[in-house]
């Protein structure tokens, strides 16, 4: 039987991990604690879980900024909080960013990973009743010409940013069958949802939109993803975290293929049903750019594994989550323009002394 009292999520300040925290405070099935320790690098932002600080701040609900690359800070988290559960998102994960600058890619998706897998096999010795669980992506595969990706599919990523998370997949499951490390992996489709980043396709669209501005779609918007809402991701990690076998990898997608282009027009029509605008002139905002290097043609996951064995299934039509995402970039414009402008990166100095005063 698995503890799950006091869980450590890494990267729980950016897009995925907040909206996992905020999962597991709505979950009837969870009363432990949560430890969101983030070094809060640019996608990192602590606001994204500010009800959450209001309402289980300094009693279920913790806040450590640390760098997953600073072996002494997290061990001392460890011990600090006697976590028994390791949630690890925490990754820089713009392929972009990574073509132009892949040393911190490097840095903390395959060095921090090794750094927290070795302070947690410190800590935890020998105990099975604990869980290292490393969230991935479906972009370590390749790209796809048929077919759909399994847990079983040949590593092949194309990019800095894939295969530095192709080398954490690997470090998590060797410790798992060198150290016997409770370890369990999962690789994920593109999610979208509320609270990520702008420069995020679904994101970038829907606030393009909003102010007349080109929407740029790589070469002639052929390539082709998975999307997944990132509450159903929340849930599917949340189900691994209950009942997944330590030593097995889960591939979680949402059975959602779209052509990029196809997804922009769609997304112009749903804004434009939503809002009163015109389609075709949403439309005529497309811009074609030129292709990036290396550019996966196509990914699509096979999820049956997870339905079969945990009783997961996506919850949220594609339809519904597209109007909910526009929906809620559209209420939350005050959000937009703190991300935008950077000031969401004073949260730190504004909120830490709260925080501390109320431990």
Same mark, same amino acid.
């Given at each position: 039987? #698995?503890?799950?009292n006091?869980?450590?999520?890494?990267?729980?300040a950016?897009?995925?991990?907040? !909206?996992?925290i905020?999962?597991?405070?709505?979950s009837?099935?969870?009363?432990?604690?949560?430890?969101?320790?983030?070094k809060?690098?640019?996608?990192? !932002?602590?606001?994204?879980? +500010?009800?959450?600080?209001?309402?289980?701040?300094?009693?279920?609900?913790?806040?450590?900024?640390?760098?997953i690359?600073?072996?002494?800070?997290v061990?001392?988290?460890?011990?600090?909080?006697?976590?028994?559960?390791?949630?690890?998102?925490?990754?820089?994960?713009h392929?972009?960013?990574?073509?132009?600058?892949?040393g911190?890619f490097?840095?903390?998706?395959?060095?921090?990973?090794?750094?927290?897998?070795?302070?947690v096999?410190?800590?935890?010795?020998?105990?099975?009743?604990?869980l290292?669980?490393?969230? *991935?992506?479906?972009?370590?595969?390749?790209?796809?010409?048929?077919?759909?990706?399994?847990?079983?599919?040949?590593?092949?990523?194309? *990019?800095?940013?894939?295969?530095?998370?192709?080398?954490?997949?690997?470090?998590?499951?060797?410790?798992?069958?060198?150290?016997?490390?409770?370890?369990t992996? *999962?690789?994920?489709?593109?999610?979208?949802?509320?609270?990520?980043?702008?420069?995020?396709?679904?994101?970038l669209?829907?606030?393009? $939109?909003?102010?007349?501005k080109?929407?740029?779609?790589?070469?002639?918007?052929? !390539?082709?993803?998975?999307w997944?809402?990132?509450?159903?991701?929340?849930?599917?990690?949340?189900?691994?975290?209950?009942?997944?076998?330590?030593?097995?990898?889960?591939?979680?997608?949402g059975? !959602?293929?779209?052509?990029n282009?196809?997804?922009?027009?769609?997304?112009?029509?749903? $804004?434009? #049903?939503?809002?009163?605008?015109?389609?075709?002139e949403?439309?005529?905002?497309?811009?074609?750019?030129?292709?990036?290097?290396?550019?996966?043609?196509?990914?699509?996951?096979?999820?049956?594994?997870?339905?079969?064995?945990?009783?997961?299934?996506?919850?949220?039509a594609f339809?519904?989550?597209?109007?909910?995402?526009?929906?809620w970039?559209?209420?939350?414009? +005050?959000?937009?323009?703190?991300?935008?402008?950077?000031?969401?990166?004073?949260?730190?100095?504004?909120?830490?002394?709260?925080?501390?005063?109320s431990?």
């Amino acid at each position: 039987m #698995r503890a799950l009292n006091s869980i450590l999520v890494t990267g729980g300040a950016g897009f995925i991990g907040s !909206n996992f925290i905020r999962h597991l405070f709505a979950s009837s099935t969870f009363s432990g604690r949560v430890i969101n320790l983030d070094k809060l690098t640019y996608a990192g !932002n602590p606001e994204n879980l +500010e009800d959450v600080l209001e309402a289980f701040g300094g009693k279920r609900y913790f806040f450590e900024k640390a760098d997953i690359c600073d072996p002494e800070a997290v061990r001392a988290i460890l011990r600090r909080y006697d976590i028994d559960t390791v949630v690890h998102f925490a990754a820089e994960s713009h392929v972009d960013r990574s073509i132009f600058g892949p040393g911190d890619f490097i840095q903390t998706n395959i060095v921090g990973t090794f750094l927290l897998l070795e302070a947690v096999r410190e800590l935890w010795g020998s105990r099975q009743d604990v869980l290292f669980h490393h969230v *991935s992506t479906d972009e370590v595969f390749g790209s796809l010409e048929e077919g759909r990706f399994s847990e079983d599919s040949p590593y092949r990523p194309r *990019s800095p940013y894939s295969a530095s998370k192709a080398s954490s997949d690997h470090l998590a499951r060797a410790y798992f069958h060198t150290y016997g490390l409770p370890v369990t992996v *999962s690789n994920c489709s593109n999610n979208y949802g509320p609270y990520q980043f702008p420069e995020k396709l679904i994101p970038l669209i829907i606030l393009n $939109m909003t102010e007349g501005k080109p929407l740029p779609i790589y070469g002639e918007g052929k !390539n082709v993803r998975d999307w997944l809402y990132v509450e159903d991701h929340a849930e599917a990690v949340w189900q691994i975290l209950k009942e997944g076998q330590a030593g097995e990898t889960y591939a979680i997608g949402g059975d !959602n293929e779209w052509e990029n282009l196809r997804l922009v027009e769609t997304l112009c029509d749903t $804004m434009a #049903r939503l809002t009163g605008r015109d389609a075709k002139e949403l439309r005529g905002l497309i811009h074609f750019v030129q292709d990036r290097p290396g550019h996966d043609l196509r990914y699509a996951i096979d999820c049956a594994k997870i339905k079969r064995t945990l009783g997961w299934s996506q919850g949220m039509a594609f339809e519904r989550g597209l109007e909910a995402t526009i929906l809620w970039y559209l209420e939350h414009k +005050e959000w937009v323009a703190r991300v935008r402008s950077g000031d969401y990166r004073s949260w730190v100095e504004r909120n830490y002394g709260r925080r501390e005063a109320s431990q």
